[in-house]
């Protein structure tokens, strides 16, 4: 059988949602016999995180050596990448989260092969398999199949189905890597966690966005009641953020977070490719601007061609209404 390793990241007390996403998605493609799934977890590992793990794996190996006990690239990455090796592995997966997308090119060099990144779709049982990831801010969705063994992926948040947990634990393996300390060159200092009670905008499914047509940081409130009224991650612009109305964590683009929710509305955005390649996989997007020639409508499913200021309060209102009644 075809060895499958899919890296877990940890956040907080639990393993991430894309995680779980893709030992789903795994154990899915498994189910044909041609291959067997492992998850591999480096580093620190809270028990619920792997309680939680195990209802979603038949096997789940962990990394302990002190000194991938903190995240580095190469100390990750060497890991990883000898355990492909050891074990013949044929694909490796991470979730295309900061973590995944800083380590995983590496793991490729290490293994020799090739990587396809910020994959959103997959023909696993294709021969030779395909994969679909977005190219030019979304304009073009580009098929890649691997000439080179292993296959190495990082696969956008949101783009498989999670399934239900099985009550049958999987099987748990502690392992060292044999990391030595002078292999690892970065060092994290610090590490601050930003205090949020909504989800991560790269794991929401649902995102409500503001741009520079709100005109002004205490505007946003509309932003926030409607992304409120749905249970949504409040996203923004890049100007947004320059101008200092919101954090830098919320920014949505090339140099800020990739999202791919089930539903992206946004408002008083222009729809720059700049903001368009961080979100062009968003499964429904729904624009409101005031300039029926805004660019965003061109990326959109749904457009509203209207003032944000009286947009946004009436649908607020109304979803409100529908959610009490
Ligand atoms: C290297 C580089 C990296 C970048 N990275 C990013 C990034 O990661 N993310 C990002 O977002 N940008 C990024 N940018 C900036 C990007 O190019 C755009 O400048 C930015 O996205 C524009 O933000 P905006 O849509 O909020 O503002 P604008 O382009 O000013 O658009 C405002 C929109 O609001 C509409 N509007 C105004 N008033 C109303 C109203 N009352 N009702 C309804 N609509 C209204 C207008 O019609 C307009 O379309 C980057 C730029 C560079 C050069």
């Known amino acids: 059988m ?46 619920a995180a792997r309680d939680k793990l195990l209802s979603y794996t038949e096997k789940l190996v962990h990394f302990t050596d002190p000194e991938l006990a903190v995240y580095s690239p190469e100390g990750y990455a060497r890991a990883l990448a000898g355990y492909a090796r050891e074990g013949g592995a044929k694909m490796v997966i991470a979730g295309a989260t900061g973590i995944g997308r800083d380590f995983l090119p590496r793991v490729a060099v290490l293994l020799e092969t090739g990587i396809a990144s910020d994959v959103t779709g997959a023909n696993w049982l294709n021969e030779p398999m395909t994969f679909v990831r977005p190219m030019f801010g979304g304009k073009v969705f580009a098929e890649v199949v691997f000439s080179t063994s292993p296959v190495i992926l990082t696969v956008r948040p949101n783009s498989f189905a999670m399934g239900e947990a099985q009550e049958k634990g999987g099987e748990y393996i502690e392992k060292t890597a044999g990391i030595s300390p002078d292999t690892i060159h970065t060092k994290v200092v610090r590490v601050e966690e930003a205090s949020r009670d909504t989800v991560d905008l790269t794991e929401a499914d649902l995102i409500v966005a503001g741009g520079r047509g709100l005109k002004a940081a205490e505007n946003f409130n509309l932003i926030e009641e409607l992304a409120g009224a749905i249970g949504a991650t409040v996203g923004a612009t890049r100007s947004v953020v320059d101008a200092k109305w919101r954090e830098q964590a919320d920014q949505i683009g090339k140099s800020g977070k990739t999202v791919s929710p089930k539903l992206y509305i946004g408002a008083g955005i222009s729809g720059a490719i700049h903001h368009i390649m961080g979100m062009d996989t968003s499964k429904v997007v729904l624009a409101i601007n005031r300039d029926p020639n805004a660019i965003i409508f061109n990326y959109a499913n749904y457009g509203i061609v209207g003032d944000l200021f009286e947009v946004l309060p009436a649908m607020t209102q109304e979803l409100k209404k529908r959610k009490e009644g």
């Open 2 to 47: 075809d060895k499958v390793l899919v890296f877990v990241e940890i956040k907080g007390d639990g393993p991430r949602k894309v995680s779980l996403e893709l030992l789903c998605e795994a154990a899915r493609f498994a189910q044909n016999g041609r291959f067997s799934v492992e998850a591999v977890c480096i580093g620190r590992l809270p028990d």
